[in-house]
């Protein structure tokens, strides 16, 4: 089945609901309203013919001049070799979307991932808590506005350019260095032999 004809069981099924099917630049997408993903979600698994049983990816988008974070959805099914990506827009400030982590279990860590890195949160995930990040790490690092904080608890965010450092050893090494022993003294080569008197 074509991504042009999944989509159209989809809008045949949800209605506006799913939006239209994006130009194709790599993959094409539909943007799905929020409060639908998981009833889509599970249509898209369960419905014979289509059976998205994989959930390949859960990643999102930072948009700051739209005000919006995209949480992109790219789906699969084995079987049938077909697939779609799904887009959710959600307030970049509150940013809530329903999990779909009671459809693919997979989603579990990429719904922790996005809450780690882009302050997503996903309403009935069984354990939505930081998972790359700890607890009391400030603010979400993929959000394009994101600052360094300098470091974490007085453990340093920044290091030297590891080629000057490499630099660095390589010289030490050499100044540690025993110096080579002196050549030997040049000897005289023995003389050669006399040639025997010719008869």
């Known amino acids: 089945m074509t991504v042009n004809e999944i989509h159209e069981r989809l809008q045949a099924q949800f209605g506006e609901a799913v939006g239209p099917l994006s130009e194709p630049k790599l993959d094409a997408f539909a943007v799905v ?66 999990s779909v982590e009671g459809v693919w279990k997979a989603a579990n860590w990429m719904e922790r991932e ?38 974490y608890h007085g453990i340093p965010n920044t290091r030297e350019n590891p080629l000057v450092e490499l630099r660095r050893l390589d010289e030490k090494r050499r100044a540690e260095r025993p110096a080579p022993p002196p050549p030997p003294a040049a000897s005289t080569p023995p003389a050669a032999p006399a040639e025997p008197a010719k008869a």
């Open 114 to 151: 996005c809450y780690d890195m882009f302050g997503v949160t996903f309403t009935g995930h069984p354990d939505l808590r930081r998972l790359l990040l700890p607890d009391d790490w400030q603010g979400f690092p993929l959000r394009k506005d994101y600052q360094e904080a300098g470091g």
């Open 33 to 98: 309203k929020a409060q639908k993903i998981v009833e889509v979600a599970r249509f898209l698994k369960e419905t014979p013919g289509l059976e998205l049983d994989h959930c390949n990816d859960l990643t999102a988008l930072d948009w700051p001049a739209r005000n919006v974070i995209e949480v992109v959805y790219h789906l699969f099914s084995y079987g049938h070799r077909h697939g779609i990506v799904l887009k959710v827009e959600a307030d970049r400030a509150n940013p809530v979307v329903p």
